[in-house]
Structures are given as C-alpha cells and as structure tokens.
C-alpha cells in the first residue's frame, strides 16, 4: 500500500472501545439493555451494562428451510424457537456473572421478509426469504401504472426483492390477504415477545407499499394487491416504546422495555456513529452497501432516476430523514473465489490477503488478462474469462475486487449526481479485515476509516435499548399476554418445497 493510500485509511478502534457512553446518557445502575439482530445468516444478541460497555452475546443460526430452485422460507415457530434459545443462552452467560436483569430490548433485522399475521397476531404462512426468487414474474405482471410510478414512490427498484412481489406471489398462490395485516421478521419478534402490533419506518420502506414522499401507505398498491389500509399496522420511529416483554421469556427479560431499533444496515451505522450526512456507511458482508444519510427526501423524480442505477431512497431509523442505499454482491464474489480456491479458514484467507497486497494493485498480469462479472446488485453470478496462464488465486481475487471497485464507483457516481460528494467512508463488516479490501475500497471512497467491531447490527439495537431505558426508567412490570399465541404455519400451495 502507498503512502497515499495508507493515510487514506485510518483505524476506528478507539472510537469503537469507547462504546455507547459517550452520546447516550447512563442507564439505570443494576439494569442491562440488549440488542437483537435478525440476520440473513444468523440471529444475534449482545448485552450492555448501564455505562454501555458489551457484557454479553451470542449467537444461532437463522432457521431457513430451502425448496427448489431457490425457494427459501421461514417458520414463525422456528423463528421464535430460536429466539427463545438465544435468549437463554444469554441468561446462563450473564448468569456466570451477574443477576442484573435487562430493563429493555431493541430489535434490527433484514429488511422485505416478514410474516402475515391474523387478528390474534398469529402468523398466517411462513415468511419469504428476501433473496428468494420467487414474485419476479408478479413483479413484471402488475399494473403499467404501479410499474411506472413504482420507484418514484417507494424510493425502490421493482423486482422480486421487495415485499409487494412476494405478497402478489402468496395471493396468487390461494392465501387470501384480506383480514390479514404485514409485520416484518423485527416487528413479527417483538410482537411475539409481548409488544405492540406496529410497523418501523425503515423497514417498512423496504416493502413497496410506502409512498416516500407522505410516509403512508401507497393507495394504488394496495389497490393492485386487494388489501385495505389496516393491512399496514400502525406506523412508528424506530427506537420509540413498542410495549415489554411478557413474562413467558424468562424472568431475567421480563417486564423489560420493548422497541424495535430498524432496518439492520441502518442500525449498525448508529453503532459506528457514522449516520451524519457528509458521509457513506459501508457495509461490507454478503453484500456490500453504501448509505448515505439525508436531511429530507429528494423527490419522486430523483428517486427515479436513483433506481435506474439500483439505488434505494428510502426512510431512516431517524423521523425525517431519509438514507441512500447503494449495493453491490461483492462479498457473495470473494467468497466464492476462496470456495474455489479451497480456503475455508482464517490462517488461509490471511495467507492470501498478503499474497494479493504483495501485487501491484493492478496486478501483474496483463491488461485484460483477467475478466471478471457479476457484482452488479441484481446479479450475483460469478463470470471469470482467463485470457492467460498464472492466473493465481491472488490474482482472482485482485482483479474481483478492481471489478466490484468499478460497479462501486458507478454507484457513487450515480448519487453524487443527486447530492454532494461525500467527504469520508467508514468501513466495516468481515469483509474489512483484509488489506486487500482496504486498498481497493481507498481507491474509490473518499477518507476510508475502518471499524473492527465484530457485531455492529447487535451493538448499534442494543445502544438504542440503552438509549431507551435512560429516559423510561419505570419499574418493569412482569406480565404474561395469554392473548398472544405461538404463531403458527399454514402451508401455502405449490412451493416446491421439502419438509
């Protein structure tokens, strides 16, 4: 790395070891607060004391269960199953050490999966995986009018991604929606815990059925989907009092403060403090993301042409302002470079980090030697064309990272169309601990800083429960809420799936 590059890279390991004490005020002595991130891989959890400092986590896989030709699913009962199994977890961790009860609990999580429930709050089919295929063709069936007016509305490009695809593939399916009401995974998990039956704006954002502009929901898509207003639960700002936690979870969460924190990306931006708005947010995993923070929405035709490249205006955790989303599938590429190339620890990928940062940047192949495709974000796919012998692992690896450089710099270039230039980026994600990664990044962002903490998504809700039992610090009350059952699964017809 040149001089230049390493003094565009700094370390944000100080900022991240002085944790949530330094903007929230302290909690109440005696009482934890513990964020909850619903992932894509898996479900975390981690606890802070009343100064803010991590005194627990862990961690469970996220329960999916896979069908044919991508289908992938989730079981409210396996999804709660898992909750309760993280939960106690933490309780015989913290219980090695302390008899502190937690006085509150933020929830984050992915954002488009969510569960239908009906009137008793029980869910009425399983939840559809973001990434699952299904609902591109309903996509491309609705309405002209939904498909012109689609982005500039929802502030989101129409594919199947998004939560109205997968609704109008379950309707079509023979699940009738009428009567029925939208929660997504954050939302579904803190209503199951004992909270209130309400929608977060940011990730209601992510569903296709929010106009951006009026923060309500889309007259016309509901039309399009046959639902009534009520579909869309009452909506809310993330971290704002969503009811406690019932007395069915364990004594040492019961009667604890309830909030659902918002969209994960997002929430883990806060746990950083990278949420102001001269800069990107990288999140670096499976996905790697840019956010960009706004003071107000930029409008319906912006939001068009943003789409055009891809990118999402849509709500934040914050009322009021909104956030630019930009990805791109590089991690789903890296990690498939490695697969193939047999590296499946860390000592490995180490190993060849310093293989890749003993190249020149460029690589030392000829130019074009090495073609690579596929980190567009509605791609995914992994194309390599080798036009020449010596074509290392390290090699690969360089030229996928100078490909997702290129697709980054399409996408900045798309937003600094619309708004200023950023003038920093704060790196973080797995992704970000190898040096090759920081080179590339430091090429096309501006003032890269890199964060090493390991949970941000977690730690970012749990500074928000923080946050939250600082300015309610009521004694909690333990309450069972018989009326709220374990949900439970209804089959939908034709999945393809396998029990």
Do not use: C
């Not at 008793?120 to 973001?130: L, M, N, Q, R």
């Not at 019961?254 to 990107?280: E, F, I, K, M, N």
């Not at 996928?400 to 798309?414: F, K, M």
């Amino acid at each position: 790395m040149s001089r230049d590059e390493r003094s565009n890279v700094s370390d944000d390991t100080s900022r991240r070891r002085s944790g949530a004490a330094r903007s929230e005020p302290p909690g109440p002595e005696g009482v934890l607060a513990a964020g909850l991130d619903l992932g894509s891989t898996g479900i975390k959890m981690l606890v802070v004391d009343a100064r803010g400092t991590e005194v627990a986590s862990g961690q469970v896989p996220t329960p999916w269960r896979a069908g044919r030709d991508g289908a992938t699913e989730i079981d409210a009962p396996a999804l709660l199953t898992a909750v309760r199994s993280l939960i106690d977890a933490i309780d015989r961790e913290l219980a090695r050490t302390t008899a502190e009860s937690i006085g509150a609990l933020a929830i984050a999580g992915m954002g488009e999966t969510g569960m239908l429930v009906d009137r008793a709050g029980e869910a009425a089919a399983p939840g559809i995986a973001w990434f699952d295929p299904r609902g591109a063709e309903q996509a491309r069936a609705f309405p002209e009018a939904v498909r012109r007016e689609f982005a500039g509305r929802t502030g989101l490009p129409l594919g199947a991604q998004v939560t109205v695809a997968k609704l109008a593939w379950m309707r079509d399916e023979g699940l009738g929606l009428r009567g029925l009401r939208w929660l997504d995974l954050p939302e579904f998990v803190a209503a199951s815990l004992g909270g209130d039956i309400a929608l977060e704006y940011s990730l209601a954002s992510r569903t296709g059925l929010l106009d951006q502009d009026t923060g309500e929901a889309w007259p016309l898509m509901l039309e399009v989907l046959g639902v009534e207003r009520s579909f869309l639960p009452e909506l809310r700002g993330g971290g704002t009092a969503w009811g406690r936690i019932d007395g069915t979870w364990g004594s040492r969460t019961s009667g604890a403060l309830l909030t659902v924190a918002g969209h994960d990306h997002l929430v883990a931006a806060a746990a950083s403090g990278t949420l102001g708005t001269g800069g990107y947010h990288v999140s670096f995993g499976t996905a790697e993301v840019l956010l960009r923070v706004l003071d107000a929405p930029l409008g319906f035709a912006a939001r068009q042409r943003l789409a055009d490249a891809l990118i999402n205006e849509v709500r934040h955790i914050e009322p009021g302002r909104h956030v630019l989303v930009a990805g791109a599938k590089t991690g789903l590429l890296l990690r498939r470079v490695l697969q193939s190339a047999g590296i499946t620890d860390r000592a490995a990928r180490d190993a060849l980090d310093a293989e890749v940062m003993s190249l020149p940047f460029e690589g030392s192949l000829p130019p074009g030697a090495i073609e690579v495709a596929g980190a567009r974000n509605d791609d995914g796919v992994l194309r390599l064309a080798l036009h020449t012998d010596g074509a290392t692992p390290a090699e690969i690896f360089g030229a996928v990272l100078r490909h997702s450089n290129d697709e980054i710099a399409l996408l900045v270039q798309a937003m600094d169309r619309e708004v200023a230039p950023a003038t920093s980026a704060t790196l973080t994600g797995g992704w970000a601990g190898m040096a090759a990664v920081r080179r590339a990044r430091s090429r096309v962002l501006p003032s890269v800083r890199v964060s090493e903490r390991a949970e941000e998504t977690a730690y970012g809700a749990a500074r928000i429960a923080h946050a939250l039992l600082a300015t309610d610090q009521r004694p909690a009350a333990s309450a069972v809420r018989p009326d709220r059952a374990s949900p439970r699964r209804q089959p939908l017809a034709s999945t393809g799936e396998t029990s």
